[in-house]
């Protein structure tokens, strides 16, 4: 039975860490000054099991990725404590919402931090399929403009 970090040094805030994102490795160290993690990403067990285990119940705080399924049967009910829940994710659908509200803990989620990003993506490839850079390039790198001669340029987005 693979259990980490049970005990809480001193009186740090305990956090349930289910899978951290890029940023949390970076800045692990700092973290650690303040806050006591759960580590339940490292541990082989399957996720209940982890919570009861691991002495879960002083869980004030979680941070998720996306990754697991946050509900009452599989881990809300094992986290008395909790009062909020924090996401790098914009969604929140795996998130029993209703849920936590009646609960009363919190959800802050990345909202819309995403959507310019997104969106210059999408003006990108739609730009990308208009003008046919990629299989433009493509056609370059496989040698084919000396076999098939002049390449057909994209569409245009006036006129």
């Not at 001193?10 to 890029?22: D, E, F, I, T």
């Not at 849920?99 to 803990?105: H, P, S, V």
Request: charged share 20%; hydrophobic share 40%.
């Amino acid at each position: 039975m693979e259990i980490t970090n049970l005990s809480p040094p001193s009186n740090l805030p305990k956090v349930l860490l289910l899978h951290p994102p890029p940023a949390f490795t970076h800045f692990e160290t700092e973290f650690n000054r303040h806050f006591h993690f759960l580590k339940a990403n490292t541990s082989s067990l399957p996720l209940p099991t982890f919570l009861a285990a691991a002495n879960s119940a002083g869980v004030t705080a979680m941070l998720a990725g996306g990754h697991n399924l946050i509900n009452a049967g599989e881990i809300l009910d094992h986290l008395p404590q909790l009062r909020c829940i924090t996401t790098t994710t914009a969604g929140l659908n795996y998130i029993d919402v209703a849920e936590c509200r009646r609960r009363g803990i919190a959800i802050a989620s990345a909202g819309d931090a995403y959507s310019d990003d997104c969106a210059d993506c999408a003006v990108g490839l739609l730009i990308d399929v208009m003008r046919k850079v990629s299989a433009g390039d493509r056609f370059v790198r496989r040698g084919d403009w000396a076999v098939k001669g002049h390449y057909c340029l994209g569409h245009q987005f006036a006129r």
